[in-house]
């Protein structure tokens, strides 16, 4: 089968595709640490690039609440909708669910925790963490480091 991906590599990749920010979580995006220095700043470095995690109540997103969609901060992608977004009171911008296809969860054992890390499906950017506390229809929290999504107005 003749799959888009193979279209993707025939044409030489990403420089074909006039920019990364038009690839499809599909296609992976691989930036070494020096890159990520140069466009993010230190602070969404340390969040995306190191598993971070900003202050509380430190987020200007915390209070958006226009209709519109939060992408990554690191490579664009569209990664939660206004629509599951909810105040859950814990000073961090929070959604019930993420848009299909955008992000990834693991298993993350650190500080003596037992939590589900969630990173960007293109970039693998870590964003923050999904719990069982939130409301439904989904129960899911997604607990989301504000400097590393980036609101876009519908
Ligand atoms: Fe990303």
């Known amino acids: 089968m003749f799959t888009r991906r193979d279209t993707f590599r025939l044409f030489g990749g990403a420089a074909w595709f006039a920019g990364a920010a038009r690839a499809s979580a599909d296609e992976k995006l691989v930036r070494g640490d020096a890159e990520w220095r ?12 190191r598993d971070g995690t900003e202050r509380p109540f430190a987020s200007a997103l915390l209070h958006e609440k226009r209709k519109g969609v939060f992408a990554c901060a690191g490579c664009g992608l569209d990664l939660f909708s206004s ?60 607990c989301m480091n504000g ?8």
């Open 83 to 142: 629509e599951t977004k909810y105040d859950s009171g814990t000073g961090w911008p929070s959604f019930w669910a993420p848009l299909p296809h955008a992000v990834s969860e693991r298993e993350d054992r650190s500080f003596g925790l037992v939590r589900t890390a969630v990173s960007c499906r293109r970039c693998g950017g870590h964003l923050g963490h999904v719990f069982n506390d939130g409301p439904q229809p989904t129960g899911l929290r997604y």
């Open 38 to 49: 140069k466009v993010l700043t230190p602070e969404q470095f340390e969040i995306l690039r």
């Open 147 to 154: 400097l590393a999504l980036e609101f876009k107005a519908a």
